[in-house]
């Protein structure tokens, strides 16, 4: 029998691959998205749209009337790290009290289970090994510590109020849906993979890369790629593991890759140079960012697009179809 989900911020590009997941398997998401971020176009033909905002709670009660949900995933949220360090207030009352006045609703309303699209942001490890789900907390951000402040509030719902969660945390989605149906378009856009794309085909400015002098093998961030339509298949999976109880999941391949690489794999994959200029740190970035996946791969998680070349490829046949994204 298929069932039905709410998806907040699922007009966006991880919220969007989770849409089309669902509907690829027979299910039936309900997408709420204010489209501050995400975009119309991004929501497939026949899929209910909530055109509501987070801090509105009439809004959201309204929309969550609509059950019963057999679950709630929730993307919406502001994810600049940058952003985030020149104005953390806005962060943390957006992300960390949105988060929290949905959750409230969602107790209210007798969700049974709450999936949390969270982030690698949590964690400032030294060195380069991967990153375990039990790894101590330190927020190098206010967009990570929003994130950790919503994560908090799901432990108290769950063990007062006996509403199941998923904390997934994300170690850099990229990439695109390999059918070529969605793919990445942020206003302005911040990630690397399409910034790199963009450059080396002319359409953007040469690429700046923050810091040089990191302790890392060639003085860039190190971080660790995951395609988005494996993080989607790892949101369906948390949804069956809450049976057996509350998850927390770090969600990455295990290898990471320096800024400098990524840039070589773009230009391996169009066959074109990446025009870069080098500059300062950025406030807010670790050194390096690698995943120890080890839980949801006992859980049956298998990443399926897991080559560095493989997830640049889906992006660059998404960019150059899409070359002004959604609005092409």
Request: glycine letters at 10%; aromatic letters at 8%.
């Given at each position: 029998?298929?069932?039905r989900f709410?998806?907040?911020?699922?007009a966006?590009y991880?919220?969007?691959?989770?849409v089309?997941a669902?509907?690829?398997?027979?299910?039936t998401?309900?997408?709420?998205?204010?489209?501050s971020?995400?975009?119309?176009g991004?929501?497939?033909?026949?899929?209910?749209?909530?055109?509501?905002?987070l801090a509105?709670?009439v809004?959201?009660?309204?929309?969550?009337?609509?059950?019963?949900?057999d679950a709630?995933?929730?993307?919406?949220?502001?994810?600049?790290?940058?952003?985030?360090?020149?104005?953390?207030?806005?962060?943390?009352?957006?992300?960390?009290?949105n988060g929290?006045r949905?959750?409230?609703a969602?107790?209210?309303?007798?969700?049974?289970r709450?999936?949390?699209?969270?982030t690698a942001?949590?964690?400032?490890?030294?060195?380069?090994?991967?990153?375990?789900?039990?790894?101590?907390?330190?927020?190098?951000?206010?967009?990570?510590?929003?994130?950790?402040?919503?994560?908090?509030?799901?432990?108290?719902?769950?063990q007062?109020?006996g509403?199941?969660?998923?904390?997934?945390?994300?170690f850099?989605?990229?990439?695109?849906?390999?059918?070529?149906?969605?793919?990445?378009?942020h206003?302005p856009?911040?990630?690397?993979?399409?910034?790199?794309?963009?450059?080396?085909?002319?359409?953007r400015?040469?690429l700046?890369?923050?810091?040089?002098?990191?302790?890392?093998?060639?003085?860039?961030?190190?971080?660790?790629?995951?395609?988005?339509?494996?993080?989607?298949?790892?949101?369906?999976?948390?949804?069956?593991?809450?049976?057996?109880?509350d998850?927390?999941?770090n969600?990455?391949?295990?290898?990471?890759?320096?800024?400098?690489?990524?840039l070589?794999?773009v230009?391996?994959?169009?066959?074109?140079?990446?025009?870069?200029?080098?500059?300062?740190?950025?406030a807010?970035?670790?050194?390096?960012?690698?995943?120890?996946?080890?839980?949801?791969?006992?859980?049956?998680?298998?990443?399926?697009y897991?080559?560095?070349?493989?997830?640049v490829?889906?992006?660059?046949?998404w960019?150059?179809?899409?070359?002004?994204g959604?609005?092409?």
């Amino acid at each position: 029998m298929p069932r039905r989900f709410l998806v907040t911020g699922g007009a966006g590009y991880v919220g969007s691959h989770l849409v089309a997941a669902l509907g690829d398997r027979g299910d039936t998401p309900v997408v709420l998205d204010n489209f501050s971020i995400g975009h119309r176009g991004a929501v497939p033909a026949g899929v209910q749209l909530i055109e509501a905002d987070l801090a509105d709670p009439v809004a959201v009660d309204a929309a969550l009337a609509q059950g019963p949900w057999d679950a709630v995933f929730h993307f919406a949220a502001l994810s600049q790290v940058g952003e985030s360090m020149r104005d953390p207030l806005r962060y943390l009352m957006e992300n960390a009290g949105n988060g929290m006045r949905l959750i409230d609703a969602c107790v209210r309303h007798r969700v049974p289970r709450f999936v949390l699209s969270s982030t690698a942001a949590l964690f400032n490890l030294p060195g380069d090994g991967p990153i375990p789900e039990n790894a101590p907390i330190d927020p190098q951000s206010a967009y990570g510590e929003s994130k950790w402040a919503i994560e908090r509030a799901l432990r108290w719902a769950s063990q007062v109020h006996g509403l199941r969660y998923a904390c997934l945390r994300y170690f850099n989605a990229a990439g695109a849906d390999p059918q070529g149906r969605l793919g990445e378009d942020h206003r302005p856009e911040t990630h690397l993979m399409p910034l790199a794309i963009d450059a080396a085909l002319g359409r953007r400015p040469p690429l700046t890369v923050f810091g040089t002098d990191y302790p890392t093998r060639d003085g860039t961030c190190v971080r660790d790629y995951i395609h988005v339509t494996d993080l989607a298949a790892a949101h369906l999976l948390a949804v069956e593991a809450m049976a057996r109880g509350d998850v927390r999941w770090n969600l990455g391949n295990g290898a990471g890759y320096s800024v400098m690489e990524v840039l070589q794999a773009v230009e391996r994959v169009t066959g074109r140079a990446v025009p870069h200029v080098l500059s300062d740190r950025r406030a807010g970035d670790a050194s390096s960012l690698v995943a120890s996946a080890e839980p949801a791969l006992r859980a049956g998680w298998q990443p399926r697009y897991a080559a560095l070349d493989d997830i640049v490829r889906t992006a660059f046949l998404w960019r150059q179809a899409h070359p002004n994204g959604y609005g092409s």
